[in-house]
């Protein structure tokens, strides 16, 4: 049996939830800085960690952008 950890070992998102994403955004720039940073109406209008959530998991080009900006955040 593989180990967990060496399946994805180029991807440094690998094992971080969508959720622990958003929060570490979301306490960093808020949601007139996320809003800023990324044009979509989740985070633009009213938004919520939910609403937010299950935007970004319906919508894939909207995630990656969420996910470019947390590596760019955390990787620098």
């Not at 399946?7 to 570490?24: C, R, V």
């Not at 949601?31 to 985070?43: D, H, Q, T, Y």
């Amino acid at each position: 049996m593989e180990n967990k950890k060496n399946t994805q070992p180029n991807n440094p998102l690998h094992g971080i939830k969508l959720a622990d994403i958003l929060d570490s955004l979301h306490d960093h720039y808020g949601w007139e800085g996320l809003a800023e940073r990324i044009n979509i109406n989740c985070f633009k209008s009213n938004p919520t960690k939910k609403s937010s959530l299950k935007f970004l998991r319906k919508e894939l080009w909207a995630r990656e952008k969420v996910e470019r900006l947390y590596l760019k955040t955390n990787f620098r």
